[in-house]
């Protein structure tokens, strides 16, 4: 659990001091083209607060995949980096001064001995998973299983946080193995259009269905907003579990119901809103056709 004052530090911490140099690198040309190339190690440009700039950082994750022939020779940062996740997501402030213990790393050929690597040698690397961007983790839709990447080494808890219209913050905690990749700022930009949504509508605001609620995020902000009853529901057992601890680090205590089934077998009707928010390329025609019976009103995020 996170308090106030630990969240205050985290976003003060993801800040650059005055003393942090930005340094970019060619984006396209092969790493080991870079004049420092044999010079990256985990002093490299690494500032008197404890900062090194990403490319720096990727630079140095890139030089240790290579040595270990994960990547090619002529490697470069925009072809063949992992996917860097940042352990702790602030709106639409994205970092471009690494912390150490600061970022997780996805890659599909990520093996055993090149997480341990990581781990050790770069001092940013904090968790290292195993798996492909492109795949669906979590259980995409009712006939689908649950999908994880592996964990190779660390920790992979993360910590989303979202400013809102209302003037409060919505903090989301997830494991990044097991839930959806989905940063602050995606997150932030569907509340907004929710949040546009309900001024623009006379809804009344008495009980709201967040059909599948993933982490939360969706229901705790109608809550947030002022809905009398939310109706969390999420066909991923992994979810539920991570929206109860979402519900207390929110300060939601009571107000709400939570339903582990698939939204097509909920058994619920006459409420004022539903909310459609459904993994991309997910087919919602029969969502939708189920949401239109059971609300008066819907909107799809």
Do not use: W
């Amino acid at each position: 659990m996170i308090t106030k004052k630990e969240l205050d530090e985290k976003i003060e911490d993801i800040q650059e001091c005055g003393q942090c140099l930005d340094i970019q690198i060619k984006k396209f040309s092969p790493i080991t083209d870079y004049e420092d190339f044999n010079s990256l190690d985990d002093d490299f440009k690494r500032c008197s607060c404890g900062k090194r700039p990403i490319d720096v950082v990727m630079a140095h994750i890139l030089k240790i995949m290579i040595e270990e022939g994960t990547v090619p020779e002529k490697a470069t940062l925009r072809r063949n980096s992992p996917v860097p996740l940042s352990k702790f997501y602030y709106s639409s402030l994205n970092p471009q001064f690494l912390a150490k213990k600061s970022l997780i790393l996805l890659h599909p050929d990520f093996t055993g001995e090149v997480a341990s690597r990581l781990v050790d040698e770069v001092s940013e690397v904090a968790c290292v998973l195993k798996g492909s961007p492109q795949d669906t983790v979590g259980i995409f839709d009712k006939n689908s299983d649950s999908n994880h990447f592996e964990i190779l080494e660390g920790d992979d808890t993360q910590i989303n946080v979202m400013r809102t219209l209302l003037g409060d913050k919505i903090v989301l905690v997830k494991k990044q193995s097991k839930h959806h990749i989905e940063v602050a700022m995606t997150t932030e930009q569907k509340l907004v259009q929710l949040h546009n949504y309900l001024n623009n509508n006379s809804i009344n605001a008495e009980t709201a269905v967040d059909a599948m609620c993933g982490l939360g995020a969706i229901g705790i902000y109608l809550s947030k907003y002022g809905f009398e009853k939310v109706i969390f529901n999420d066909i991923n057992p992994e979810m539920i579990d991570a929206l109860k601890v979402n519900l207390e680090i929110n300060d939601i205590s009571d107000g709400y119901e939570i339903y582990n089934e698939s939204f097509e077998d909920l058994k619920i009707d006459g409420v004022d809103l539903c909310v459609i928010d459904a993994f991309p390329g997910a087919d919602i025609s029969k969502i939708k056709e189920k949401a239109d019976e059971m609300a008066h009103n819907v909107i799809v995020i």
